[in-house]
């Protein structure tokens, strides 16, 4: 486990199963995250169905994009969201409803 400088009360779980959201990664070996939907520093849990595998950099993007929806109460511009791939846009939305409803 890899503490996450951005959030101290977060861990970054790897593991080597595939990344859910890009096909083709540079370089080839790599070793992916477990991403937790609902972040668990936000309250969500620690469970198989609030979990996704995600590359580094997908997981960076979720987070990022999350922060937007977070800063504008859901409502993120196409501006902002062409910044990031059709998968990261999901999950990213997913862990907002999750959030804002504090529910599965």
């Given at each position: 486990?890899?503490?996450?400088?951005?959030?101290?009360?977060?861990?970054?779980r790897?593991?080597?199963?595939p990344?859910?959201?890009?096909?083709?990664?540079?370089?080839?070996?790599h070793v992916?995250?477990?991403?937790?939907?609902?972040?668990?520093?936000e309250?969500?849990?620690?469970?198989?169905?609030?979990?996704?595998?995600?590359?580094?950099?997908?997981?960076?993007?979720?987070?990022?994009l999350?922060?937007?929806f977070?800063?504008?109460?859901?409502?993120?511009?196409?501006?902002?969201?062409?910044?990031?791939?059709?998968k990261?846009?999901?999950?990213?939305?997913l862990?907002?409803?999750?959030?804002?409803?504090?529910?599965?």
């Amino acid at each position: 486990m890899i503490v996450n400088p951005a959030d101290p009360h977060s861990q970054i779980r790897t593991t080597s199963q595939p990344c859910l959201l890009h096909s083709r990664h540079l370089p080839e070996t790599h070793v992916n995250h477990r991403h937790h939907i609902w972040p668990l520093g936000e309250g969500g849990p620690d469970i198989e169905d609030n979990i996704v595998v995600v590359c580094a950099t997908g997981h960076g993007n979720i987070h990022d994009l999350l922060r937007h929806f977070k800063m504008l109460g859901g409502k993120v511009p196409y501006q902002i969201l062409r910044r990031y791939s059709y998968k990261e846009r999901e999950f990213a939305e997913l862990g907002y409803k999750r959030l804002t409803r504090r529910a599965m």
